[in-house]
């Protein structure tokens, strides 16, 4: 089955910088787009990067300049480098995929930035 699995969250300072990271199993993962996503307390989640197959990229206007998603095709892995994080960064990450018509959520991994 699909699995999407998140690790690298936690808590820094703002103005510092993490990377997440999200290993896909149970599909060819070089053919499908992935997608992060984030979720604050009371509010509604939301997309923050897409990388197509082809590795293109797409941003959200709040984090243009400051994340960057990537994707290793050999290690079924996409990233998402976190730099001059703000408090308002701060929320619960998802790595999502559409596969067969279906969304395909992780678990999450929580990002907490102080101030």
């Known amino acids: 089955q699909v699995q999407l699995v998140e690790s690298g969250g936690g808590l820094v300072q703002a103005g510092g910088s993490l990377r997440l990271s999200c290993a896909a199993s149970?599909?060819?993962?070089?053919?499908?787009?992935a997608d992060w996503y984030r979720q604050a307390p009371g509010k509604q989640r939301e997309l923050v990067a897409t990388?197509?197959?082809?590795?293109?990229?797409n941003y959200a206007d709040s984090v243009k300049g400051r994340f960057t998603i990537s994707r290793d095709n050999a290690k079924s892995t996409v990233y998402l480098q976190m730099n001059s994080l703000k408090p308002e960064d701060t929320a619960a990450y998802y790595c999502?995929?559409?596969?067969?018509?279906?969304?395909?959520w992780g678990q999450g991994t929580q990002v907490t930035v102080s101030s």
């Open positions: 990388i197509t197959s082809g590795r293109v990229t």
């Open positions: 149970g599909i060819t993962f070089r053919f499908y787009a």
């Open positions: 999502h995929c559409t596969v067969g018509g279906l969304d395909r």
